[in-house]
């Protein structure tokens, strides 16, 4: 009697390596498409040849997008009206320019893993899910926006569309870990008034710096939590600090940018500003900017994370039942000159959208 264990590896085996050069071949297709995507320059403000490339490469797979103009310059959008899905991103980068590169399975350059290549993993999804038969070409849409490094404006934009999906996925390099929340972000400008004065005599000025640093040395205190959102604590990052004309010059004025990343409403910590300011007559602060946190969908049985960084998912929850942010690529070498993304995670992040979708759809 033949050993049927013996038989069967005699069938698995080619099975196996067919199955193995399909992949290697879509993958190394994938590399390929992302390295022609990065090599064009799409700093914030300059996306419009990229978003040209975008539209031709979506063509390819049988979409047909189309541009969304964002007072000269483009968004682009496909089947907003018609899909069940959409995935989402940014097409522009921040400086400088870095052109990519290929080594060891990982690719190198601006726009690595923020977000050319998750735009592409993306894409190679929905090209996978219809392959499969799982969704067709008019279930699937996409929203690729500009201005995601700056300002948001593209997603403002987008968001301004008359459409509804049940999914949305926003794509950002989370590691391919579901971000459930997301934090907010408050960047205030702290401004101190003081009196110009020879530094030899005490009496004969008022330095602002000296009041400002005494104030940047106790926001240890404005920082907090919140279990509604389940973040931690707050956190809080001097990023520029400015003031004086001379070293023997009592200060006449001085400047500090805050950033803080909010795991609680901005109300309480803008309440804590307060408090330390009471006493500290010269110093004011304006704010720059907030976005309130953030809590976006979950799907059991994938790995969870907190987004730490600021995204567009919040311009997508009036838009979708169920709006995620994961992506393949590690934010923190994203806007640096090691920027990258592996081939490894590119795969895994295919994998791990099939499963999300498929099991939110089934749902």
């Known amino acids: 009697m033949k050993d049927s264990n013996t038989d069967v590896s005699k069938v698995l085996t080619p099975v196996l390596w067919f199955f193995q050069e399909v992949f290697c071949c879509e993958i190394v297709s994938i590399s390929d498409d992302i390295m022609a995507f990065m090599e064009i320059e799409s700093i914030s403000g300059n996306e419009n040849e990229v978003a040209a490339w975008l539209v031709s490469y979506l063509a390819s797979f049988g979409y047909d997008a189309e541009h969304q103009s964002v007072e000269g310059r483009s968004n682009v959008i496909c089947n907003l009206k018609s899909a069940k899905l959409l995935f989402c991103s940014h097409i522009d980068t921040v400086p400088p320019f870095i052109a990519p590169t290929l080594k060891d399975g990982v690719i190198h350059g601006r726009g690595a893993c923020d ?4 735009i ?4 190679a999804t929905a090209v996978r ?3 499969q038969g799982l969704l067709s070409p008019s279930d699937i849409g996409f929203a690729y926006v500009v201005g995601e490094e700056t300002d948001h404006i593209g997603a403002k934009y987008l968001e301004q569309l008359d459409f509804s999906v049940q999914m949305a996925i926003v794509g ?3 590691r391919n870990l579901l971000c459930t929340r997301g934090m907010g972000l408050l960047k205030l400008e702290f401004t101190t008034a003081g009196i110009a004065g020879h530094s030899a005599f005490p009496e004969s000025g008022r330095s602002a710096v000296h009041e400002l640093v005494s104030v940047l040395d106790q926001l240890e205190i404005t920082v907090g939590s919140n279990p509604e959102f389940d973040m931690g604590t707050s956190l809080y990052n001097i990023g520029v600090l400015t003031g004086g004309t001379a070293a023997n010059v009592h200060a006449p004025s001085a400047t500090a940018t805050v950033l803080y990343r909010l795991a609680e409403a901005s109300s309480a910590v803008i309440s804590r500003v307060d408090t330390l300011l009471e006493d500290v007559p010269h110093t004011s602060y304006s704010i720059i900017s907030l976005f309130e946190p953030i809590v976006l969908a979950s799907c059991d049985g994938l790995e969870t994370d907190i987004a ?4 567009d998912a919040r311009y997508l929850l009036s838009k979708a039942e169920s709006t995620f942010l994961i992506g393949p690529g590690d934010i923190r070498v994203a806007h640096s000159e090691q920027e990258h993304i592996t081939l490894e995670s590119i795969s895994d992040g295919i994998e791990r959208m099939i499963t999300l979708i498929t099991t939110i759809l089934k749902n």
């Open 115 to 118: 977000a050319k290549g998750v």
């Open 120 to 123: 592409i993993t993306q894409i």
């Open 129 to 131: 899910l219809t392959q």
């Open 172 to 174: 950002e390099p989370t």
């Open 308 to 311: 730490r960084f600021n995204s």
